[in-house]
């Protein structure tokens, strides 16, 4: 599962089982992307389900609007401007049973997700971004409906092991600095770290088209084992994916595609522990990963199509941190100031950014009456592949800078306001100094 320091206190979040006393869900910008169960259930209780039952209805629905004020490209070509307004919507619904309550197969669960995802033709583009700007944006086709997730976990050896068997979306499970910050005390957990709505938080830059994830879900399998004998406090997890996805120009959009383990696969293992500092429990936690990609990647110039360059197999490594640095109000809630940063690193010559670092802070709760409330800022740096034709597309470095405040409106309705602004702008095409605005509305349910 999405594993920390603490995956065994955690794992009722991540199943999307709220432990007694915890706080209100407080999403990310991104959900299907970070979160393995999004949603309060409220849908199921609004249909008769006992909060506590075995069968459990959620979901999120998360929309946005961008505006691009100055910069970033004017025409994708001479006849096709792009427009300054555009915008994204995604709808995630689950429904997942526990089958030791419903059979008595105890430790036992399983899910299915639905998704839908519909993006204005340039959502994404304007900004010059080719890290992502906006979250939502996923590759084309840009209007789907998928079965985005089924799977069945099943824990074993009191909760030392994890399996993980069914299509999946490996990015909420391995590379994820956004996951749940926990303490020993349920009054401190949060659902993420981060609200920013940039998508290196989400998927990161060197991993991007490579870890099976929103929105092309993948059939593998996954493990984690965090043994007793270490107090929990360290973890090692493993899995095998689906690797159709990660072919570059010839990949397969495995998220709409029957799911199938006959082709390449793509593999990725991590390695982490955590701790608690001082009197308030302030968590942190340090991990490691390698991944590789079989198969041949292909990758084609967008500007002459017939111009390309392939590599067989891939591979790559990334680091994970972060920490608590504040307590608002170390007795009462989650409040406080977390810190987070991640960075990878490829020498695949067929990634399209061989080396990121992506970091940011932000402030849960600020007010003590509005303790749903965050404010963040991050940054993300990545070098582009500029080999052969690519320098024709894109810069060497890209540098984006992106900043939001997210409001609890009313209920599980959130509000969110975001500027980005990119002092170096990765398409070629793109002018410099690049500022656009996002805002967005999540309701979970």
């Known amino acids: 599962m999405e594993v920390r320091a603490f995956i065994a206190l955690l794992s009722p979040v991540l199943l999307g089982f709220s432990a007694a006393g915890a706080q209100p869900v407080v999403p990310s910008s991104n959900p299907a992307a970070s979160e393995m169960a999004p949603g309060t259930g409220e849908l199921g209780r609004l249909l008769g389900l006992p909060a506590d039952g075995a069968l459990r209805l959620s979901g999120v629905w998360v929309g946005n609007a961008t505006g691009q004020w100055s910069g970033g490209v004017s025409t994708l070509a001479p006849s096709t401007p792009v427009e300054a307004s ?30 839908q995802v519909n993006t204005t033709p340039d959502a994404g583009v304007a900004s010059g971004s080719v890290q992502g700007s906006n979250s ?23 909760g030392q092991l994890r399996l993980i068997v069914g299509k999946q979306s490996g990015s909420t499970q391995f ?38 994830g929103y929105t092309n879900s993948a059939l593998g399998l996954t493990m984690t084992f965090q043994p007793d004998a270490l107090k929990r406090r360290l973890y090692v997890s493993a899995g095998v994916f689906d690797g159709r996805g990660g072919l570059g120009d010839a990949s397969e959009q495995t998220g709409l595609v029957p799911p199938s383990l006959s082709g390449p696969l793509f593999s990725i293992a991590e390695v982490g522990g955590g701790w608690v500092a001082g009197v308030s429990r302030k968590p942190g936690s340090l991990a490691f990963g390698a991944w590789s990609q079989g198969g041949e990647t292909v990758v084609c110039s967008e500007i002459s199509p017939e111009r390309c360059f392939s590599e067989v197999g891939a591979w790559g490594i990334y680091g994970l941190f972060d920490q608590r640095l504040s307590s608002f109000r170390p007795d ?57 034709f690519l320098a024709q597309e894109f810069n060497a470095n890209e540098l984006m800078l992106q900043t939001y405040a997210q409001i609890a409106l009313a209920g599980s309705l959130y509000l969110q306001p975001t500027l980005t602004f990119l002092p170096l702008v990765g398409a070629k095409s793109a002018a410099a100094d690049s500022l656009s605005g996002l805002i967005q509305l999540t309701l979970l349910f």
């Open 136 to 158: 939502l944006v996923a590759a084309p086709p840009l209007d789907r409906t998928e079965l985005y997730e089924f799977a069945i976990r099943k824990d074993l050896l009191d």
């Open 332 to 388: 009462r809630d989650s409040s406080g100031i977390n810190g987070f940063m991640s960075a990878g690193w490829s020498p695949a010559t067929s990634n399209t950014m061989g080396a990121s670092i992506t970091a940011g802070l932000t402030a849960q709760g600020p007010l003590e009456s509005r303790p749903n409330d965050s404010v963040g800022v991050g940054l993300s740096w990545a070098r582009l592949n500029t080999r052969e």
């Open 175 to 212: 590379a994820n600095v956004n996951r749940p910050d926990g303490t020993q005390d349920a009054r401190y957990e949060v659902s993420s770290l981060t609200s920013l709505a940039f998508t290196p938080v989400y998927s990161m830059p060197t991993l991007l088209g490579r870890l099976p």
């Open 86 to 115: 555009n915008g994204a919507q995604q709808l995630l619904v689950e429904a997942s049973l526990d089958l030791g309550k419903a059979i008595g197969f105890d430790n036992t669960w399983l899910w299915v997700q639905g998704l």
